[in-house]
Every structure is written in C-alpha cells, then in structure tokens.
C-alpha cells in the first residue's frame, strides 16, 4: 500500500497528490513514470512524475478527473491509500549538454516538464519556460516555474491572462532572437506537434513526451506503439521522450481516439443490477 502524504487542488479539475514511495523516490529521473491502480478491481493508469524528495521519500503526480478512475484517485485524501505504484517506468529525459533551453508546458502538460525544467536549471542552463492555457482559471504551476526558470512566459488562449494567444508564437518569437540549443515541449498532442515544426527549421534539437494508450507499462501489450522515423516504438520502454522531428503526430492523434467512445462506458461488472 503507498500512503497519501499530501493533497492539494491546482484547479476545478487537476489535483496534485504526493504519494510516499522511497524506493521509486530513490531511483526516478525527470521524464519517467508510475502506473497507479487504486484497488484489486482498479484498472491501471500511467502518471508521469511531477516531482520527487529522494530525502523525504516521496513522489508527486498530476491527475486531471476525466475518467472514472482519475475521479476515484483525486476523491482519495491524506493518509488514504492506493494498492500499487509501480515504478519508475520508461527511460530518463536525455538533455545532453545544452547551454540555453526553451522547456514548455501545455495545460497538465506544465506539470510533466516541471521536473525538465528544474534539472536543467539546477545544473546551471539557461531556462526559459513557456506555459499554455486555455484561460487564467486553470493556470498552474507559475510559481514553481518562476523558481526554476530564468524568464518564465505564460500563455492564454482567451488573453485572459499573460500574453494572448498560443505557445508556437513566443517560441518563434524568442528563436528568431536569440540561440538556444534544446527545446523540451509536453502537453496536448497538436501542441507538441505545432512546436516542432517550428523549431525543425532551426535544427534545434527537440524533445517530446507523448502520451497514447498504455496498460502494462512494459512493452508487452503493444498498446503504446508510436512512429518514430518510419519504426515502431513503445512509449512505454522506449520513451516516453521522443525526437519531436520525427514523431508521426497525425498516426499518434488518431491512434490515441480509437477508444473515446469505450473511455466514456461505465462499467457494471459486479454490478447486481446487470443480471
């Protein structure tokens, strides 16, 4: 059992829950993951690691209620327990040695390229980060990115906040001023997409962290397979980062809809009422 040291609502639909796990605490690196399955009966779901406390023993995810069972998860409160945290699961975010950065967020998305940022900035690169939202109700983690960050732009669809409009534009932007030498982009698939065909041109080297369907988080089901250059990759084992140059993104949209109708089902198995 993995205990709930602490809870806290980032928005009216994103909870930040910090789980005690020292042995995943002890190992995991920015860029991988935990699958959570809340109880014997739960299904299993893949949570990229939001932060870590190798001291304390603990590591943090970021759960957006969409489904049934994020819904369950984010009910949890402190001191409750979930039945399996498995991981750390997928390989370690490769930065290389770069000397100024452009790491940016989409929505939840921040919240996975929080940990990029703050190593990058702890070894001494020059951090600019660049976070997107729909609107100022839902921005999250500004002060976290403020602490690790050299400049710090935010974006809302709506100008409700920040500067208007979207992510692509400070980034092109701040790539015809000045050199960078890596850009680092997790959140909506389009988002991440759209990042890269602006920077190809540059040759800047960019990461992306993609998200299709995963059940076992270790290469056995398929479920997770990705074009990457004309191969099959699983972002499971092979990933979850990827060159952005050469994701198919267009195969990874549709991949990633072939189960909407399926993820809005409520399941009544065990139910005494179906029969």
């Known amino acids: 059992m993995f205990k709930i040291l602490e809870k806290k609502q980032l928005n009216a639909s994103v909870t930040s829950i910090k789980f005690e796990a ?6 995991v690196m920015p860029g991988q993951f935990v699958i959570v399955r809340i109880d014997e009966k739960g299904e299993r ?13 603990s590591v943090t995810v970021v759960v957006q209620a969409i489904g049934f069972t994020t819904k369950k998860l984010v009910a949890l409160e402190t001191g409750d327990s979930v039945l399996d945290l498995v991981g750390p699961l997928g390989k370690p975010t490769e930065f290389g040695m770069p000397k100024k950065a452009i790491v940016i967020g989409g929505g939840v998305g921040c919240a996975i390229a929080y940990p990029q940022a703050k190593a ?9 980060v660049i976070s997107g939202f729909r609107s100022k109700d839902i921005v999250i983690y500004e002060e976290e990115f403020k602490a690790v960050s050299n400049k710090l732009y935010i974006t809302t ?15 092109d932007k701040l790539l015809k001023e000045d050199n960078y030498d890596l850009v680092i ?31 076992d988080g270790t290469g056995m089901c398929g479920g997770c397979r990705v074009n990457v250059g004309g191969q099959t990759k699983f972002a499971c084992v092979d990933g979850p ?35």
């Open 185 to 215: 982009a997790i959140g909506p698939v389009m988002m991440m997409k759209f990042v890269s065909k602006v920077t190809k041109p540059y040759g800047i080297k960019t990461i992306v962290s993609l998200n299709p369907i995963m059940i």
């Open 241 to 275: 980062d990827f060159d952005g140059h050469s994701v198919d993104f267009d195969e990874l949209v549709r991949r990633n809809g072939f189960y909407k109708n399926e993820e809005e089902h409520k399941c009544r198995l065990g139910d005494k009422t179906n029969g």
């Open 120 to 128: 990058l900035y702890n070894i001494g690169v020059d951090v600019t």
């Open 45 to 57: 779901i893949p949570l990229t690691v939001s932060n870590f406390d190798r001291q304390e023993g």
């Open 22 to 27: 020292p042995f995943i605490a002890k190992k």
């Open 157 to 171: 669809d709506d100008g409700s906040y920040g500067q208007k409009g979207f992510v692509t534009e400070v980034l």
